[in-house]
């Protein structure tokens, strides 16, 4: 027998061949093909004139197929229901609608690793860390020491996976597939990274830092590193980036560090070593595991997507780009008939610059309106924005959300800049509701 395909499943097939079965020659949606889309999501489709050719409504593209047993969900001591994306290394992402608070709770944040997680000393003020290479005094000394020799600083801080939004590149990249929620905004206390180098004496030829931390490679083998990133000199040398030994005011979680993590908001996550032991001071870019190829790397100049890779073209990821999200409204949620008024509100970052405009549209972008923007309380802090928004009727709606960077760079509707390990993937957020009839 023959299983005819879903409209789902017809569009990520056959993207062109479904425009044609569903919108026709005048690219909306009609006749059979409205009311079959209708009969999906739930209801009416008030501004389906307006529905872009080609997009899968998002209540669509969340429901899978029949043989999908849905997401599954992290079972660990401390943690909230986050979605897991891989075992081996363990990896989950935090559901948007987690993330409404001001400050992320310890138990809703995004979960990456790269190794095993270590077993940390029991005695967590005898960590040692070892500053070394371009320095004029190498160091070492111990976190006990750390915290009484260098002025403590508390930051609220984001941190954003650098593969964030990569399940919406088309074709598909590399790597988990996460969403929008490899991001957390947690409160850190630590030590300037800048005061512990100075102590060390930074030489002039001093160009970028090595990170090497305790978590053991997958494999067992002693020999092999997990990941050691770094950041250029003057990333490290930044007021906000810390060595940082808690999280929301208790010592960090193991899974997050414990004992002792950098923090260098406004990068990718994984500039932002866990269990840090030693921080190599380079005279060049470094070279250690993911920082080169393609990891953690973006194309300098476009390339067509699915194509092969030419290293040559890469360059390091460093400022993460413009996103916001929706966070009072779970996607697929279905409200009280009558319902004409929504109160919508989120967050929205932008990497190391700053947002300067949130707007929402409930009609496809054929209309938008501006978010009240709250300043951030420090530099790399999330931005808070809310609005209320009219819906016209009952019927299905989406409600999208995209943040403007104060370089005045805008979210776009889709991924941009296709790259091999779906990094920078800031799409719109997309979330639908259904007002019952």
Known sequence: MRRERGITELYRDDPERADALMLGRRGVLRGAA????????GGAIPFARHMPGGLIPAAMAQQG?????????????????????????????????????????TEKFFIRTNGQIP???????????????????????????????????????????????????TPEASGNQWTNGGVGNAEWTGVRLRDVLQAAGVKPSAVYTGNYSADPHLSGDPARVALSRGVPIAKAMEEHTILAFAMNGKPLPAVHG?????????????????????????????DGQGMTGTSYRVPRAPMVPGSKADP????????????SIITNVRNGAELPAGTRSLSLRGHAWAGEKTVKAVDVTID??????????DAPPNKYCWQNWRTAVTLPSAGYFELWARATDSDGRMQP???????PQGYGGNAMHRVAVLVKA
């Open 364 to 373: 496809y972008g054929q209309t938008w309106q501006a978010c009240a923007l």
């Open 65 to 105: 197929t029949a043989a999908t047993a849905g997401p599954k969900i992290l079972k660990m001591d401390g943690k909230a229901d986050l979605v897991i994306l891989g075992d081996r290394p363990l990896v989950a992402e935090t559901p948007e609608h987690l993330l409404d608070d001001d400050v992320t709770p």
């Open 119 to 169: 077993d940390a000393t029991a005695t967590p003020d005898a960590w040692e860390l070892t500053i070394d290479g371009e320095v004029s005094t190498p160091l070492k000394i111990k976190l006990g020491e750390l915290k009484q020799r260098f002025p403590n600083v508390t930051h609220k801080l984001q941190l954003e996976c650098g593969g964030n939004g990569r399940a919406f590149f």
């Open 34 to 41: 409205l009311a079959a889309a209708g009969a999906v999501v």
């Open 312 to 323: 040559k073209n890469f360059m390091v990821l460093e400022s993460m780009p413009v996103r």
């Open 413 to 419: 509707p889709v991924p941009a800049g296709w790259n």
């Open 258 to 286: 414990f004992p002792l993590r950098l923090v260098a908001p406004g990068y990718p996550g994984s500039a932002s070593a866990k269990w840090l032991q030693r921080i190599w001071v380079r005279d060049k870019e470094h």
